[in-house]
Each structure stands twice: as structure tokens, then as C-alpha cells.
């Protein structure tokens, strides 16, 4: 992997005993190395290329300043869009043509609002709103379509088009923080969306009030921080979801189990509860849970995905720029960038149509 030089990283992305000057620019650089000319961002060279770990890589660079490199991560995705406001599952990371996963998963459709809205509020750009509203709007109307009753979103579509009537409470709270950032897209642009009002309503509820909607995936820490990261809960309700599995999955030290009953801790997972436990007002223990994962840190500033205590290994062993991103993102946020910040606080983006009770 070649390292671009020339990088500086902005002070928002400074953070004591995470990230000082030098090692946050060379986090950044190592997104940036990975970055393909048609601007996808793989996991890693020769890797997997998914639509929403390449649009968090993209909200990184933009936390970084790195504006032209995520507005080419845009144009990538705007290029790839299905005709149904799809994208698949899955891409050849090499640059090779082609789709090596065609499934559609609905969460990383939507997620696309989220860096775009991003993009829009690090740059104040008009007209990269207005290039990038057809391509957001064809992914929510794509994702709403996939409602289920009593408000969960289909998870996916298999391979020959036929949608799951399941959903997963990660990835319906991932879709309600997109739908919210969608809604403050078309109020930027004072075009009304009330079907993604009232589906971003019956989704907070769903993921709020009835966890027996969804598939249960409860060992995953995922499911566990997630309607908090999404803004289905805020306040007391996510405090309380917070405590009370918390020691399930947060390893004094360490970091947080992506399963709760395996030995692994990983960084994308520490980096998003980091963002979550943001949300709702405990900085310090964001920045504890930061400073946990440096053993992650490989020696260029790119990080390793996982480490497996008990054996003292890094598994598996591959650096990935997903869980670089949600580390410069969680730091983002700690040091008040005022676009991430606006993004990932439930109170600053438009709720949905409020339908406590109706269902």
C-alpha cells in the first residue's frame, strides 16, 4: 500500500491518547491509499467493496477534509446505482467490472443519505446536493418500499429479487438514521417527502417499542448499541439500553465483543459504541473505549480489524479503512466537528411523523 503524503489532519481529529497530529494524518492517508480512480474504497487492497462501509470511509475523509477524495467516493456510488435506486452487496475491490454479491441489503441502500447529508454540511456545496438528491431519493423511495408491516424494513433482497419478510434491528435503526438524514436533505431543498416522514415514524416506534419485530440477533453488540447510534432512543431510554448489557459486551481494557460469547473485540464495533455513548452525553467513556483499541493501530495508521484476547492474536488479519473511518468519525465527533456532530445527534436531524402508540 502506498501512503499519500501531504495530508494534514484538522484538529477536530486530535484526541489524547488516541490520535495526536502525525498519527491522524497517517490514519487518513491510509483510507486514502486504498481509494481506487474510479473512487471506491474497498475494505482493504484487493478486497471487498460494500456500499455503506465504503460511504462511512467517505464521511472520514470529509472529517478530515479530504473533500475532492469523498466527493469522488459519491460519484462512485452515483455511477453504480441500480435502476430501482439499488445497489448490490457486494464488489469486486480490486477494480475489477462486476458484482461479486447480488443480493441487495436495505440498509446499505439507504445509507447513502447519511454521507450525503454529511458531505453537504462539511462543504456547504449546492451543487453537489443537487447532483447527488436523485440518487438519495431513488435509494430512500427504493428502501421504504421494502416496509414491513408494523413498521421493520426487509432486511434484503436475495439474489433473484425475492425480499425478505424479516428485518434486523441493526440495520432498520441504520435505515431510520438514514431516512432523517434524507429528511433534512429535502428540507435543504424544500421538497416535502411524507412518505419517508411517516416511514421514519413507524420505524422509530418498531425499533423503540417492539424488539419482537426483528430477528432476534441479540449476541451481536450491534443490536445492542444501534437503536441508540440510529436516534430510536435518546435520554433515559437509551441510558437505560446502554447499562443493561453493557458487561456483556464492553471488555474492561480491551474494547467491545462483536458477539457476546466470543473472545473478539473489534474496532469498528468499540469506534461505533464510542459514537453512541457521544450521543447521549459520556464523552470520557467514548474516549476510554478509544484509547482501549490502540493495540488495533498498525504501524502506518491504518487499524486491524479485531483482536482475539484470549489467544493474544490479531484476527483476522487485514486493516480495513471501515474501521479506520468509524475511528476518525467517533474522534470526529469528540472533538466537535460541527457536520459529523449534526449528523450523529438525534436532536439535530428531522424526526419523521410521530406515531407513539398508533401501532
Given at each position: 500500500?502506498t501512503i499519500p ?17 502525525a498519527?491522524?494524518?497517517a490514519?487518513?492517508?491510509s ?6 480512480p474510479?473512487?471506491g ?10 456500499p ?6 467517505a464521511?472520514?475523509l470529509?472529517?478530515?477534509?479530504e473533500?475532492a ?16 435506486g439499488?445497489?448490490y452487496?457486494?464488489?469486486y ?7 461479486s454479491n ?13 454521507g ?10 449546492d451543487?453537489f446536493?443537487?447532483?447527488?438528491w ?8 427504493f ?12 432486511w434484503r ?6 425480499p ?7 440495520g432498520s ?9 434524507g ?15 411517516l416511514?421514519?415514524?413507524l420505524?422509530?416506534?418498531a425499533?423503540?417499542e ?12 450491534m ?6 447510534l440510529?436516534?430510536?432512543l ?8 446502554l ?7 464492553v ?20 469506534a461505533?459504541l464510542?459514537?453512541?455513548?457521544w ?14 483499541i ?16 484470549e489467544?493474544?492474536a490479531?484476527w ?7 474501521t479506520?473511518?468509524s ?5 470526529a465527533?469528540?472533538g ?24
Amino acid at each position: 500500500m502506498t501512503i499519500p503524503e501531504g495530508v494534514a489532519a484538522p484538529e477536530t481529529l486530535l484526541l489524547p491518547g488516541v490520535l495526536d497530529a502525525a498519527e491522524a494524518a497517517a490514519t487518513v492517508r491510509s483510507i486514502l491509499a486504498e481509494q481506487r480512480p474510479d473512487g471506491g474504497i474497498p475494505w482493504f487492497t484487493g478486497g471487498h467493496l460494500d456500499p455503506w462501509d465504503h460511504t462511512e470511509a467517505a464521511m472520514a475523509l470529509d472529517a478530515a477534509g479530504e473533500h475532492a477524495a469523498a466527493d469522488r467516493a459519491y460519484r462512485w456510488l452515483a455511477e453504480q446505482q441500480n435502476p430501482d435506486g439499488s445497489w448490490y452487496a457486494g464488489y469486486y475491490g480490486d477494480g475489477a467490472p462486476g458484482v461479486s454479491n447480488r443480493a441487495v441489503e436495505s440498509n446499505f441502500c439507504a445509507y447513502v443519505a447519511v454521507g450525503s447529508w454529511h458531505h453537504y454540511l462539511t462543504t456547504g456545496d449546492d451543487a453537489f446536493v443537487d447532483r447527488m438528491w436523485p440518487v438519495v431519493r431513488r435509494a430512500l423511495d427504493f428502501t421504504v418500499g421494502l416496509q414491513l408491516p408494523g413498521g421493520p424494513i426487509a432486511w434484503r433482497l436475495d439474489e433473484d429479487g425475492a425480499p425478505a419478510q424479516e428485518a434486523l434491528l441493526t440495520g432498520s435503526s441504520s435505515i431510520l438514521h438514514a431516512l432523517r438524514c434524507g429528511l433534512a436533505i429535502a428540507e435543504h431543498r424544500q421538497e416535502p417527502q411524507p412518505d419517508w416522514e411517516l416511514a421514519a415514524g413507524l420505524l422509530q416506534h418498531a425499533v423503540a417499542e417492539h424488539p419482537e419485530r426483528f430477528l432476534d440477533k441479540g449476541r451481536y453488540s450491534m443490536d445492542w448499541y444501534y437503536p441508540v447510534l440510529g436516534g430510536a432512543l435518546s435520554g433515559a431510554a437509551a441510558e437505560r439500553r446502554l447499562a443493561a448489557d453493557w458487561d456483556r459486551f464492553v471488555v474492561d481494557g480491551l474494547g467491545v465483543r462483536c458477539v457476546s460469547d466470543r473472545p473478539w473485540v473489534t474496532g469498528g464495533e468499540s469506534a461505533e459504541l464510542a459514537l453512541a455513548l457521544w450521543a447521549v452525553g459520556r464523552h470520557e467513556d467514548a474516549a476510554t473505549i478509544l484509547r482501549w483499541i490502540r493495540r488495533l493501530r498498525n504501524q502506518d495508521g491504518s487499524y486491524w480489524t479485531g483482536y482475539v484476547f484470549e489467544d493474544d492474536a490479531i484476527w483476522p488479519e487485514e486493516h480495513t479503512t471501515w474501521t479506520a473511518g468509524s475511528m476518525l468519525l467517533a474522534v470526529a465527533v469528540l472533538g466537535g466537528d460541527p457536520a459529523t456532530c449534526a449528523v450523529f445527534a438525534a436532536d439535530k436531524l428531522p424526526g419523521g411523523l410521530a406515531v407513539q402508540g398508533c401501532c
